[in-house]
């Protein structure tokens, strides 16, 4: 469990691998990093010009004017995002600068705004940024600034997500009785039909519910589970099962909808996550599985799984998405196992 002296990458497992994947997977690759410099450099210059800007959008877009002030203060807004802008870019593949990108995140979270409304604000910023670098002539800047915007989202939500997981256990743990709380974690995860499955995501995969945040899939498989029951028997492949389902239950946040379907296969949606936030996720799934033995009677058991994952794309239908993922999983599979594949 987490304690408040834990930092948020220490809260999150973003480790120095963990921030470098991070980085590459956002684009932000080391040949990259001198230019964030020479950004940062740049943002310090016109900060106020980029603020100034930031806040005349802000105003006129009324809805999400309304949706932030009743939470935000117009100052308080604009403190937020003078922080944001201040050190965007430098030394970013530091456990600190990530540390602080999160810090800033968890403001967000701490004003309960709307995923969407976040997704708007930070878009609203990348295009102030950009405007401002296109009337300084300083074009050669565009990407690395809209990659940096897109990790300090992908952060952002990350830690937003963690919050309300956080909040919704303290709610929730309030209601149960000892023996619930005790007990809750000594249940697998419930086993579905392929057709259920094909039903929950058709469900959620609404243009409306597509528009407003991404979605991704999950799709894990148990490595080799056939040949533990062949060596140490059914009922000590079921326990197997069961704990897995545990520890990745465990490393999920509560509103993540997640199921068993087939012997050893695992379906998880997981709502308001980016390609680069569900693969994360999914790591940390792996690692989560294989982070020690299973010790049942006098056998030693080490569990890992393979992982496909793949964002739903506008539009697209359950069938085609649960396609993917599968390919995902067998691309996985291909490459040796207990491994993340995205597709």
Not at 76 to 83: F, G
Not at 222 to 230: F, H, P, Y
Request: hydrophobic letters at 40%; charged letters at 30%; aromatic letters at 6%.
């Amino acid at each position: 469990m987490s304690t408040s002296s834990e930092s948020f990458c220490q809260r999150l497992d973003l480790g120095p691998n963990d921030r470098r994947r991070r980085l590459q997977l956002m684009g932000l690759t080391e040949s990259i990093w001198p230019k964030s410099q020479i950004l940062s450099v740049y943002v310090k210059k016109y900060e106020q010009e980029i603020l100034d800007d930031f806040e005349a959008q802000l105003r006129d877009f009324k809805q999400i004017y309304h949706a932030v002030i009743p939470r935000f203060r117009l100052d308080e807004m604009h403190a937020l995002i003078e922080k944001q802008i201040r050190n965007l870019g430098h030394e970013i593949h530091t456990e600190e600068y990530f540390e602080e990108r999160l810090r800033l995140g968890s403001a967000y979270g701490k004003a309960e705004l709307p995923a969407f409304v976040c997704n708007y604000l930070f878009h609203l910023l990348s295009n102030c940024l950009l405007a401002s670098l296109n009337n300084h002539q300083q074009q050669d800047l565009d990407a690395v600034a809209e990659r940096l915007l897109c990790l300090d989202l992908s952060l952002a939500l990350e830690v937003i997500a963690l919050m309300e997981r956080r909040s919704r256990k303290e709610r929730s743990s309030d209601r149960k009785t000892p023996i619930e709380s005790d007990n809750a974690a000594l249940y697998p995860l419930p086993k579905v039909e392929k057709g259920y499955v094909l039903t929950v995501l058709e469900q959620v995969l609404s243009p409306d519910t597509q528009n407003l945040s991404p979605m991704s899939v999950v799709v894990a498989e148990v490595d080799r589970l056939a040949i533990i029951n062949q060596t140490h028997g059914q009922a000590i492949g079921d326990e197997v099962l069961r704990r897995v389902s545990v520890r990745m239950r465990s490393a999920l946040r509560d509103e993540d909808t997640v199921g068993r379907y087939g012997g050893d296969d695992f379906l998880i949606l997981l709502r308001d996550a980016p390609l680069d936030m569900a693969r994360d996720v999914a790591e940390r799934l792996r690692r989560r599985v294989a982070a020690e033995p299973i010790r049942l009677r006098d056998q030693q058991i080490h569990p890992t799984i393979t992982v496909g994952v793949v964002q739903a794309g506008s539009s697209e239908g359950a069938e085609l998405l649960f396609r993917r993922a599968r390919s995902a999983l067998e691309a996985a599979i291909e490459a040796g196992r207990n491994c993340v594949r995205c597709s």
